[in-house]
C-alpha cells in the first residue's frame, strides 16, 4: 500500500511539469532577483522542479541546493545546470516533510516557489524549513491563494469539481495561501508571529502559442491536470472539463496576440525571518 509521501511523488512524476516550467522562467528569475542574495550565500530550494527560482538563484552567485521528490525533474535539474555550466548548484532527490539528511541552521535563505505547498504535513514542513534556516536568515515561499480569480487556483478549483474526493485526513495544499494557516504552521515550528510578512505579489506564464495549446500542456503533463482529465474521462465529462477551462484560458490571457499567450497569476508571497 502506498503511503502519502509516494502518492506525492506519483503525482508530480506523472507528468512533466518542464513543459510548464519553460513558462515560467521569467517570472522565477524576476523573483528571485528580489530576494536579496549575495555572492556565497547559502539557500536551499524546496520542492525546486528543474529550477526556475534555484537556477537564478546560482546565477547570483550562491551556493545552491536544489530539493524535489521528483526524479524526473532532478534529473532534468541537473542537466541544465550542466548545460549552463554551473558549478554552484546541485538538485536532489528529497521530501519537504523530512528532511533528515540535513543538518540545523544549514542554509542562509531557504525558499519554496509552488513547491512544498503540495507536500502534505502542512506542520511537518514548515518544522523542517524553519529548522534548516540559520539565525538571521529568511525562508520565502510562494504559494497560490484558495478561491483567487486568477489562473491556477481557477484550474485547481475546476480540476477539483472533476476528480474524486480526497482521502480522509487529506490537507488542501491551498490553505498554505491563507496567511492564518501559514501564521499557526510556523509559529508552531518556533518562528514568532512578528516575523512573518506576508504580500500579493504575479507570477505571468508567457508562452510563444496559443492559450489553447497551454492547456493542452497542463492537461498532459501537469499531474493535477492529468488527474482530472483520466477521473472526467471515466465518467464521460472530459468534453465538459475541457470547455471549461478552454474558456478560463481565453478569458485570462491579456496577450493581445491570439497565438501568444500571457496569463499573470496571483500568489501569497510569505516571507518568514529567523
Known amino acids: 500500500m502506498k503511503n502519502k509521501m509516494n502518492a506525492n511523488k506519483a503525482l508530480w512524476e ?35 522542479g528543474d529550477g526556475t527560482t534555484a537556477i537564478p538563484a546560482a546565477r547570483l552567485g550562491a551556493n545552491v541546493q536544489g530539493v524535489d521528490i521528483a526524479r524526473n525533474l532532478v534529473e532534468a535539474g541537473n542537466a541544465r545546470v550542466k548545460r549552463e555550466g554551473l558549478t554552484n548548484i546541485t538538485f536532489r532527490e528529497g521530501d519537504a516533510i523530512d528532511l533528515n539528511d540535513i543538518a540545523d541552521e544549514s542554509f542562509d535563505l531557504v525558499v519554496s516557489v509552488f513547491g512544498a505547498m503540495f507536500a502534505p504535513k502542512p506542520f511537518d514542513v514548515a518544522k523542517e524549513m524553519f529548522r534548516v534556516t540559520r539565525h538571521g536568515g529568511k525562508i520565502v515561499m510562494g504559494n497560490w491563494i484558495p478561491g483567487d480569480p486568477t ?44 516575523n512573518i510578512s506576508f504580500e500579493r505579489e ?53 496577450s493581445s496576440d491570439k497565438n501568444v499567450t500571457s496569463i499573470p497569476a496571483t500568489f501569497l508571497k510569505v516571507t518568514i525571518l529567523r
Open 14 to 48: 506523472k507528468g512533466d511539469f518542464t513543459r510548464l516550467a519553460e513558462t515560467m522562467r521569467e517570472s522565477g528569475s524576476a523573483l528571485v532577483e528580489k530576494l536579496g542574495i549575495k555572492k556565497g550565500m547559502d539557500v536551499l530550494d524546496l520542492g525546486c
Open 151 to 194: 489562473l491556477v487556483a481557477q484550474i485547481l478549483k475546476v480540476s477539483s469539481a472533476y476528480t474524486p474526493a480526497p482521502p480522509e485526513g487529506f490537507v488542501s495544499p491551498m490553505l498554505w495561501g491563507v496567511e492564518t494557516n501559514v501564521i499557526e504552521r510556523f509559529v508552531a515550528a518556533g518562528a514568532s508571529k512578528d
Open 202 to 254: 504575479t507570477f505571468t506564464f508567457r508562452a510563444p502559442f496559443s492559450p489553447a495549446t497551454f492547456l493542452d500542456t497542463f492537461r498532459k503533463y501537469y499531474g493535477p491536470t492529468m488527474n482530472a482529465f483520466e477521473a472526467a474521462e471515466v465518467n464521460g465529462k472530459q468534453a465538459d472539463l475541457l470547455r471549461e477551462l478552454g474558456a478560463l484560458f481565453e478569458s485570462q490571457n491579456q
